[in-house]
């Protein structure tokens, strides 16, 4: 089925680890977006890709990089993972008619 | 900036109760306007849709009205089952300030009991 792959579904971290999550879109889409959703705070945008080769800050990027490797991925990277970047995090992928979203990763750094 | 505010949640409801979620908006320009549903453990799906002043989207029994003079756009659905339990979010895109990106409301948990 068409749509927005994430992967990891679960991941554990330890304080000060790397790792990448990874997104992918079969839609042929031009914009992509990685949000956190914690409990109390809703969907903060942490980067988004408008097309491919660019790439640009959202609310919360401090401690995150992305790339967008082509038209379809989009990868975000915690390279010193930290308690506070434990979350569900959510890829999604957008043209004009609303946006399709990823079955999340959740993130536990202890 | 553009801004979504909806009603705080939770709502409780009993089965085939009437729904409404509350859902108004701040934006300059002609924004389209969404209404997204979120099932446990799930990433959030969109539900409706409207992207101009009186249009009405809908789906799955649930409607919505783009009101362009009150800047509002409730979710409503006449008879609500206990699989509608779930997170709603309302949103908007294409105001001036956000441009292309979405911008949600802090989401709205609904319960229906049995």
């Known amino acids: 089925n068409a749509g927005v792959t994430q992967t990891p579904k679960f991941q554990v971290l330890k304080t000060g680890q790397s790792m990448t999550l990874q997104c992918a879109q079969d839609?042929?889409?031009?914009?992509m977006y990685w949000y956190r959703q914690d409990p109390g705070m809703g969907l903060r945008l942490i980067y988004y890709?408008?097309?491919?080769?660019?790439?640009d800050k959202g609310e919360v990027p401090n401690g995150y990089n992305v790339s967008r490797l082509n038209k379809r991925e989009f990868s975000l990277r915690l390279e010193s993972a930290a308690p506070s970047q434990t979350s569900v995090y959510f890829c999604?992928?957008?043209?004009?008619?609303?946006?399709?979203f990823g079955s999340g990763t959740r993130l536990t750094v202890v | 900036g553009d801004s979504v505010t909806q009603m705080e949640g939770p709502v409780t409801l009993s089965e085939e109760a009437f729904l409404t979620i509350n859902c108004t908006y701040t934006?300059?320009?002609?924004?389209?306007l969404f209404w997204y549903v979120q099932y446990p453990g799930e990433g959030l799906q969109l539900l409706l849709k409207?992207?101009?002043?009186?249009d009405k989207g809908s789906n799955k029994g649930f409607e919505a009205t783009y009101r362009k003079e009150t800047t509002s756009f409730h979710l409503e659905k006449g008879s609500v089952q206990v699989s509608d339990s779930a997170v709603y979010f309302c949103?908007?895109?294409?105001?001036?300030?956000?441009?292309?990106?979405?911008?949600f409301g802090a989401g709205t948990r609904l319960f229906v009991k049995a």
């Open positions: 999604a992928s957008s043209e004009t008619s609303g946006y399709t």
């Open positions: 839609m042929n889409h031009n914009s």
């Open positions: 890709s408008a097309s491919e080769g660019t790439t």
């Open positions: 934006a300059t320009g002609y924004p389209s």
């Open positions: 409207a992207t101009k002043a009186d």
């Open positions: 949103a908007l895109s294409g105001g001036f300030s956000g441009g292309f990106k979405t911008i």
